[in-house]
């Protein structure tokens, strides 16, 4: 035993001298998850890999694999498992809304029914290299069988502080490594652990009991825990490819041996349960560890559940507690191993496994004395669970399903209600549902066209999105560089955005501000005698100290006003202009949607009552909580009854059919108002309006509020047939997004081909 | 008599009867005042007009005359008398501030000292152009003395509601004039009334009452109110030179036709008490009335006071009470009226005036009539006490001081005066003393090169810069448009910030922010163990929930400070880093300025106790309230008293001579601190380091904080010789520009000239 299988023997204890337990939460996790298409029928879809989903010479989180219809969904590397885990549902999300309407996701690791002819399975050709490298894969017999299994990989790698702090701490004796090579020791000691101990994964998340009897007519008939896991069934190296775990060199030259021997394709074509990962394993080191076993759990969307992968990672740090193999013993002890999952694998799924309870004593005691947080005993405890009661394994689980229906039905019943799933809720994106909604979509948008997105502040909404070498922040959905600094104050500010907009001829409300009463008087004859005003504070948001002035006021009535609003500060006097508000999205010198916003109302149909009616319209899915729903549920409080009131109704009224009867004054969304989509409606003549009106303030994406009394005839200067009210910046683009009405507008993903303009237009033309 | 001249018998009456007396407020102002340059003996300046004054081929604000010493300064157009007063103020100072050292504004309408060879003059040359028209100007004589003299031009435009009101209001029985002629017709009536009582302006206004004897041998030697205003040595044209004010088309062809027979050089040369301006007088009309009768007011540095301004404006409504002349009596009593004020003009200053009181007395009934408002009261009082004590008019007390002592000293001795009151406080832009400070030095800089300078909104510091077609918008002295909006938010995200900056490979010191305990723990251990750190609440600037570990803390420790700064929300923890830290001002690809902040401290004596110390900082004339002036009054309250004890000192101390005693721990100029520019010591390496971090972050305009140990000794990667501690978006600009210590750094000038890089170097290169 040299001094570095010494050291691994008591590994765990300098880690707990070392206070370095606490580490684990921070162990790095990436996930690889291929999935097969389906048509409605569950069949294997034969289409090609949705154009929409970008392409896939750059696409860093969804690709194909083997087959064509085989999506591989991969994260990006992240430090703990929620955000891992948040990303890979995001992913699947978008990949599932990204399907035809006619397709599903199999989320399943054995296949859907197959081709008869299965020369006629569409291998995936995302280049000519990679189908080559493919169709060399299969070989000359065509059959596509083993490589149209999915599965699960996991990257693991551990923080490198760990290894610093001991290598640091570690007393060798004047024999020590040097820092690779102790590293390097310490990934062999756990891949040899999870290898010896490979069977209690097969166990715990096995998931491939049966296969399709016509595809695989020499699969049992009776249900195992996992085809896939078999070496009989699974995907598996000629017998000739025998690759040592006892070193990363002997590791390492194994498969380099097996590669020149023809023996293996190359090196990715080793289908061991575990495999070393990094640049150069001897020079640089092992950086990561893959571990490849595991089925799809077909019961959740992101075939590992939160809970899995926490007991997994968990599972790993609990792998340093066992001694070290000795290095003469370890190729017989894995073989040992091998042949006792291959058992594991075969076995009927509802047998119990009491072999493992003490293995799993062992690990409630070593989780115990680390003060576990509650999602780790969670998670300990749910598959603690699955050894006391096989009947819960998702093996057992799903040999239920299948052998209530069939094969094929029982996984076109799960396909449908995991598309279901993920596609009920458009306007939510699974995993990013605590940010911002546009901001949801807007990464979701992202994820499809393959713009690798980092979130910078998730609370602030500030993500950065990368494509090649360019890379862009975004904040709140559409804040880019494209916008300056400046504009932003200058369009908050009414006063100067007229008087910019006056400048360049475009139609303003006359406005003014005033200090005292006597400069508003002075100017009140001269500016807005006989005209219809709104009084205001020049600085106020909420409503407070404004009078609306319909009719013309007297100059009493407007001291009053002035005086009222002059307890807020200065004193904002502007026309009031009559005329429906419009929306327009601007983005460069496009307009991409165009809305109408109506205030909460009902629309009688001369039989109910207005609180039928309001019952009635809340039934709409889209309604609920307007920051979780496009639109918000309809109330009738105290305000409500105060509008009704206001139009001689209560709520037990029944409005005449066709008559729409009020409930607020405002026109929000957030507070149950309705949006109508106008784009194609609105004559071309105002669109140019708002487009010079967002340039003439130096706006590349704008929300620019109009107020036009006849959106269908064609615009003529100083005629009042239109007037701008304001230019917003950072405007909102869920409203857009889904509307109660008309045509939806992917806003969003306006702003990112305007940022990426080089992207390919296939998926930028995708419509949600 | 027509219908025209019929109206206008009543006019007031019309404008009472449609309650539009209140448009006084809103009369357009524009001003140009002429001064010359003397040197420190009161001669004239022989030196080019400063070169740092921009270019006069588009300065729209500071110009020359006739002489190149001869200065014109030029407002816009205001509505009201504040607006115009405050930017001829602003300008006035401007233009003292930039010129040599060894020069003066001799603020006085009679010209100082003049060469004896007149010839030697230099004439202003601006361009060839100008050049040719002003010798042609002087003749074959080289006699520039007339041309000398400087004066104030109003140009006063009535507001145009009060034209279209009353032209719409207006029973015309069926002779309706058109409206440019109704228009003209009003302003014709004012300039007959203005020229009917031009006594009243020579008397309350002259100012020129001797010139220096040996330049002008045949001016008076007895004082009198205004050779300028006077015929005999004022301006004036040659006596064929006949214009008519009987209406525009008669003025407008008697000037023509004195082109046309050579009696005038051009139009621009008539030099009639008003003139009648516009495009075309006949077609498009009048536009405004240039009024030219006022001798520069030497007391005050804008050569018209707001008091006589406010009179002015109030006297030209005022006029409007008075009836219209008959059409065939105008000639006559407008002859009449010359006499009157060539005889007002020539008369001693200290005679009285009865003669003008009854006309006091209805311009007081007149005024009273309108409850006006206090300055309007105030303005029309201080004229009349000039008419009851004719020793308070401006011609009677330049006649005072230059008895006392001698023309040529008394007006050196103003110039003085005015000078110094326009330079002694650099640091603040008269006329903009209510802005902040940095945008009060970018205004400046502004008027200084020629740009022209719109205030968007006063109250949130957004002004719009204008040089020819190029407009630009600077909010806060550096929010501009060549700063994203979405950088602003992410330098304002510190850990963004962070990542953004270690991607980039440039030194950050390590940070993380936690939601709870466990993650903070566990995290701890790997990245913060052994190490200085603070820790703080991710989102609090106020200093609240900190705890600083200089020494590393044990893990107890951390749990207390975690703990406490967790009451605030999630917990950010940081590498303390030790060493100075710098404010690296950097624009585009340079660094402009750098800055070394200390904490308010005094620095001992061996002799005077702390108190002592401080008092004698405070006598500091650039200490005082840091709104107002560059470093701020020290105070010795109760949080200096603690920072004191803590150094176990009290006020009664007495340091060691060289000893430092701090007052405060933070180093904010606000507070006290001690600015020191140390742009030239500062190593090259670190500002490199520091345009690197601005870029990395995409800022054009940032203020970077760079904690360095030692900043002589050049920068190398990865030996904790520099930390960047964060960027700053619209970073401070005074305390460069008023450093208590070191080079100032005009780097609002910087801000300009990137903006505007067409810019003439010249001005740009200006140090204030």
């Given at each position: 035993m040299?001094?570095?299988?010494?050291?691994?023997?008591t590994f765990w204890d300098k880690i707990k001298a070392n206070h370095l337990e606490g580490l684990e939460s921070l162990t790095t996790i990436g996930i690889e998850r291929e999935a097969q298409r389906v048509d409605t029928q569950g069949h294997l879809a034969l289409s090609d890999h949705p154009a929409s989903l970008g392409d896939r010479a750059f696409h860093p989180y969804l690709q194909t694999d083997f087959a064509e219809s085989q999506?591989?969904?991969?994260?990006?590397?992240?430090?703990?498992?929620?955000?891992?885990?948040?990303?890979?549902?995001?992913?699947?999300?978008?990949?599932?809304?990204?399907?035809?309407?006619?397709?599903?996701?199999?989320?399943?690791?054995?296949?859907?029914?197959?081709?008869?002819?299965?020369?006629?399975?569409?291998?995936?050709?995302?280049?000519?290299?990679?189908l080559a490298y493919r169709q060399k894969l299969i070989g000359a017999t065509g059959d596509v069988r083993q490589q149209m299994m999915s599965s699960v990989h996991l990257n693991l790698s551990l923080p490198e502080t760990l290894f610093e702090r001991l290598y640091e701490a570690e007393d060798f004796g004047g024999q020590a490594p040097d820092y690779v090579t102790y590293r390097n020791q310490i990934y062999v000691h756990l891949s040899q652990q999870w290898l010896l101990h490979r069977s209690v994964i097969t166990y715990l998340f096995g998931a491939s009991p049966l296969a399709n009897s016509a595809d695989y007519?020499?699969?049992?008939?009776?249900?195992v825990r996992s085809l896939h896991s078999s070496r009989q069934f699974g995907y598996h190296n000629p017998d000739d490819v025998q690759v040592r775990y006892s070193s990363a060199e002997a590791y390492a030259n194994d498969i380099a041996?097996?590669?020149?021997?023809?023996?293996?394709?190359?090196?990715?074509?080793?289908?061991?349960?575990?495999?070393?990962?990094?640049?150069?394993?001897?020079?640089?080191?092992?950086?990561?560890?893959?571990?490849?076993?595991?089925?799809?759990n077909p019961f959740v969307v992101t075939s590992l559940s939160p809970e899995e992968l926490q007991f997994v990672v968990d599972y790993v740090w609990f792998l340093f507690s066992q001694p070290m193999l000795e290095a003469n013993e370890v190729t017989k002890k894995l073989t040992q191993a091998a042949t006792d999952n291959e058992r594991m694998a075969m076995a009927d799924p509802f047998s119990p496994a009491q072999n493992l309870v003490p293995f799993f004593d062992e690990m409630a005691e070593w989780l115990n004395a680390q003060q576990p947080s509650a999602p780790r005993v969670a998670a300990f405890t749910a598959m603690q669970d699955r050894i006391l009661h096989p009947e819960q394994t998702p093996a057992a689980r799903l040999t239920t399903l299948i052998q209530a229906s069939e094969y094929q039905h029982a996984g076109l019943q799960l396909a449908d209600e995991l598309t279901q799933s993920l596609t009920a809720e458009p306007y939510l994106l699974p995993g990013y549902t605590d940010m911002e909604q546009?901001?949801?979509?807007?990464?979701?948008?992202?994820?499809?066209?393959?713009?690798?997105?980092?979130?910078?502040?998730?609370?602030?909404?500030?993500?950065?999105?990368?494509?090649?070498?360019?890379?862009?922040?975004?904040?709140?959905?559409?804040?880019?560089?494209?916008?300056?600094?400046?504009?932003?104050?200058?369009?908050?500010?009414?006063?100067a955005t007229k008087a910019v907009l006056g400048a360049a001829k475009l139609p303003v409300a006359r406005a003014a501000v005033y200090h005292d009463w006597a400069s508003a008087?002075?100017?009140?004859?001269?500016?807005?005698?006989?005209?219809?005003?709104?009084?205001?504070?020049?600085?106020?948001?909420?409503?407070?100290?404004?009078?609306?002035?319909?009719v013309p006021p007297a100059?009493?009535?407007?001291?009053?006003?002035?005086?009222?609003?002059?307890?807020?500060?200065?004193?904002?006097?502007?026309?009031?202009?009559?005329?429906?508000?419009?929306?327009?999205?601007?983005?460069?010198?496009?307009?991409r949607a165009i809305l109408e916003r109506i205030p909460a109302n009902v629309v009688g149909d001369g039989q109910h009552t207005i609180a039928e009616l309001v019952d009635k319209k809340n039934q709409d899915p889209r309604r609920g909580d307007a920051h979780r729903k496009p639109l918000q549920t309809l109330r009738l409080e105290d305000r409500q009854l105060q509008v009704l009131a206001s139009q001689g109704l209560t709520p037990d009224s029944v409005p005449l059919r066709g008559h729409q009867a009020f409930l607020l004054t405002n026109s929000n969304i957030s507070t149950g108002g309705d949006s109508y989509d106008v784009t194609d409606e609105m004559d071309a003549s105002y669109k140019k309006l708002a487009v010079q009106a967002s340039q003439a303030l130096q706006q590349t994406i704008s929300g620019v509020d109009i107020i036009i009394p006849n959106l269908y005839v064609p615009y003529e200067p100083d005629k009042g047939m239109a007037t701008i009210v304001e230019s917003n910046y950072n405007p909102a683009m869920f409203m857009h997004l889904f509307p109660y009405m008309g045509e939806p507008r992917?806003?969003?993903?306006?702003?990112?081909?305007?940022?990426?303009?080089?992207?390919p237009e296939s998926g930028a033309s995708f419509e949600a």
């Open positions: 040299d001094v570095l299988e010494a050291i691994m023997q999506t591989e969904t991969i994260t990006d590397t992240h430090v703990g498992v929620t955000a891992v885990m948040e990303q890979l549902q995001g992913l699947t999300a978008t990949l599932a809304r990204a399907l035809p309407k006619d397709e599903r996701l199999w989320l399943q690791t054995m296949p859907p029914v197959l081709p008869g002819d299965l020369a006629t399975v569409p291998v995936a050709h995302p280049s000519p290299e990679r007519p020499d699969a049992p008939k009776q249900p041996a097996a590669v020149q021997s023809g023996s293996l394709i190359s090196a990715a074509n080793y289908y061991g349960g575990v495999r070393l990962r990094g640049e150069n394993l001897t020079q640089t080191g092992i950086e990561y560890l893959e571990f490849r076993d595991f089925d799809l546009s901001t949801q979509m807007l990464i979701e948008d992202s994820y499809r066209l393959g713009l690798k997105v980092d979130l910078l502040d998730r609370d602030d909404q500030l993500v950065q999105l990368t494509l090649q070498d360019h890379q862009e922040w975004v904040r709140a959905g559409n804040e880019t560089r494209l916008d300056s600094l400046v504009v932003s104050r200058l369009v908050d500010d009414k006063l008087r002075a100017d009140f004859v001269g500016s807005f005698l006989n005209k219809s005003i709104v009084v205001k504070p020049k600085s106020s948001n909420v409503g407070a100290g404004v009078t609306i002035f319909a100059e009493a009535d407007f001291k009053r006003a002035f005086d009222f609003a002059h307890e807020y500060g200065d004193v904002l006097v502007e026309l009031f202009i009559k005329g429906t508000e419009y929306r327009f999205f601007v983005v460069g010198d496009q307009v992917r806003v969003t993903l306006d702003v990112i081909t305007t940022l990426f303009p080089e992207l």
